[in-house]
């Protein structure tokens, strides 16, 4: 037997290359909405059956999706932004699928390309609701916490990007691209 192929087959697939952008298509807004239900409702139990609110009418839906020969696959990220009055935005409903966490980058790049949208569109101030557990994963973000609140019954923080760290762009996509491990050379 073939040492190289041994446990092949047990070993789950890990994309190399993720787009992240405005949800566009139906398939694109049906895997942001079920990817959603999945962390907010069956895996954190925060919501009973659906976490769809009033806000999914008027908020832009971004997703971010792994790819397969260059081709988005499926949804693993989420994140919408809104106007809540003439310069202040807000993100929330930030998600990434369970498989795709240890990757790191998925959640940064949502939040980048959630504020760096809204600031394109005139955000003069971007804030969101950030459960108390990825605070400190925000603050490495340049995001400064204005206290502390109960939300869902759950503890959060109000916290509030540095807007000067998000350039204004009018981009409706970018890519994401996994470090591979360096193989080594045989001379």
């Keep these: 037997m073939n040492t190289l192929l041994d446990g092949m087959e047990s ?11 405005l949800a566009r298509t139906p398939w694109e807004r049906t895997g942001y909405h079920a990817l959603r239900r999945n962390v907010f409702c069956t895996e954190q139990h925060v919501f009973a059956h659906d976490d769809r609110d009033a806000l999914d009418d008027v908020a832009i839906p971004i997703i971010a999706a792994c790819c397969i020969a260059g081709m988005p696959d499926r949804i693993v990220g989420a994140v919408r932004i809104h106007e809540t009055e003439p310069g202040v ?11 795709h966490r240890k990757l790191g ?13 809204a600031h394109g569109l005139g955000a003069t101030r971007f804030l969101a609701q950030v459960q108390e557990q990825n605070v400190l994963f925000f603050r490495r973000l340049h995001w400064k916490s204005l206290g502390a609140i109960t939300l869902h019954g759950l503890p959060h923080h109000d916290m509030q990007a540095d807007l ?7 981009q409706d996509q970018t890519w994401l691209l996994r470090p591979q491990p360096r193989t080594r050379q045989v001379a």
């Design 11 to 21: 070993r789950p697939f890990i994309p190399t290359e993720y787009v992240v952008r």
């Design 89 to 99: 935005w807000r993100g929330s409903r930030l998600a990434v699928h369970a498989d």
């Design 105 to 117: 980058r998925i959640g940064a790049e949502l939040i980048r390309m959630a504020v760096s949208t």
């Design 164 to 170: 000067a760290r998000y350039p204004a762009h009018g």
